[in-house]
């Protein structure tokens, strides 16, 4: 799963929200703080699988259910307004290709 092309994103601490800018359909989105965490949790693009398990762990401790069904039912509106394209899970491997570890 991935943001959507061309989606840019404001994160607005200070109003507990983040703006997404989708072009196409062209729209301005206000997401609260748990929203804009799990776009950024989910995104293959990010080669920050610290970042993305951290962000996953703090959803988790504010009593999110993160099973897989429960995910890709908090990922459907986020797919259907258009802000991330492609499958939950990720289709090959249960794990982010960067959190290979050695020994």
Do not use: I
């Not at 799963?1 to 601490?13: K, Q, T, V």
């Not at 507990?16 to 950024?40: G, I, K, T």
């Not at 429960?70 to 491997?93: D, F, I, M, N, Y």
Request: charged share 25%; with cysteine.
């Amino acid at each position: 799963m991935r943001l959507s092309e061309g989606l840019r994103l404001r994160p607005l601490p200070e109003l507990d929200a983040c703006l997404a800018y989708r072009r196409e359909p062209p729209a301005l989105l206000r997401l609260n703080l748990e929203a804009w965490a799990l776009l950024e949790a989910v995104d293959e693009t990010v080669e920050a699988p610290d970042q993305q398990r951290d962000l996953l762990a703090l959803l988790a401790e504010s009593g999110w259910d993160l099973s897989p069904d429960a995910l890709s039912a908090l990922l459907a509106p986020l797919a259907a307004r258009g802000l991330v394209t492609g499958a939950w899970p990720p289709h090959a491997a249960t794990s982010h290709p960067h959190d290979q570890r050695k020994g």
